[in-house]
């Protein structure tokens, strides 16, 4: 069946570092790549998203490009602010019209001033 | 706007018995997704639901049902409840559902159950 691996961490970093989580899949067909982020006390918030291959999606910083070649969508940002303390997850949605999300078990990352 | 809403926020039951968790979902979204989220791992997919029907189901047991009201709103009902069952109950809603293009979805804060 469809399956997300990803870096589970826990990650600790310095503001203003390299930020890059690991991310692979594997799925039938060409599914759509998603990163959520979960900030302390929120629900799930839709980081970034690519719906083809080498298409990159980004947002605040953050970026992931969807390599069908190496089935990977790792997530990066090149400086990292205190901000960004959260637990970011992987995702994948399937072909075939249902909008069911498979996740990765998440990875939780701490940035000190 | 009002996001997803969820109630109750949290929740402690004792084993075998049952539980109802609610969703009211973004205006003018008519379709409603549950997942389950157990501690150190990632969301897994219950249920979606689209105009009162359902589009999808998860490998869940037959314990765990769910209906989706005219309003758009949904519960998630778990009996016979395990302590396995503990976990963080997340609603998703979207606009549209079953579309070539992905229907964002947005998520709710969670209903934390507690099994004992």
């Known amino acids: 069946g469809d399956s997300v691996t990803q870096m589970e961490g826990p990650v600790t970093l310095s503001e203003e570092a390299f930020l890059t989580i690991n991310c692979t899949y594997t799925?039938?067909?060409?599914?759509?790549l998603f990163w959520y982020v979960q900030y302390p006390g929120e629900g799930l918030q839709l980081l970034l998203k690519?719906?083809?291959?080498?298409d990159k999606g980004s947002n605040k910083g953050f970026e992931a490009t969807y390599r069908k070649e190496t089935t990977s969508f790792h997530l990066e940002k090149g400086s990292v602010q205190v901000s960004d303390s959260a637990v970011y997850f992987c995702?994948?949605?399937?072909?075939?019209?249902?909008?069911?999300?498979?996740f990765g078990k998440g990875m939780k990352l701490t940035v000190n001033p | 706007d009002a996001g997803v809403t969820q109630s109750p926020t949290h929740l402690i039951k004792t084993r075998g018995q049952q539980v109802t968790l609610r969703c009211s979902p973004i205006?003018?979204?008519?379709?409603v997704s549950w997942y389950q989220q157990v501690l150190g791992q990632g969301p897994q997919f219950i249920f979606q639901?689209?105009?009162?029907?359902?589009?999808g189901r998860g490998n869940f047991p037959d314990r765990f049902s769910a209906r989706q009201f005219p309003n758009y709103s949904s519960e998630l009902n778990v009996n016979a409840l395990l302590l396995g069952d503990s976990a963080l109950y997340l609603c998703?809603?979207?606009?549209?559902?079953?579309?070539?293009?992905?229907?964002?979805?947005?998520f709710g804060p969670g209903t934390r159950l507690t099994v004992l």
């Open positions: 205006s003018g979204h008519k379709s």
């Open positions: 998703a809603s979207s606009k549209e559902a079953g579309t070539v293009n992905y229907n964002e979805q947005f």
């Open positions: 799925a039938t067909g060409y599914p759509s």
């Open positions: 690519a719906t083809k291959a080498d």
């Open positions: 995702a994948l949605r399937t072909q075939g019209g249902s909008e069911k999300l498979v």
């Open positions: 639901y689209y105009e009162k029907e359902e589009r």
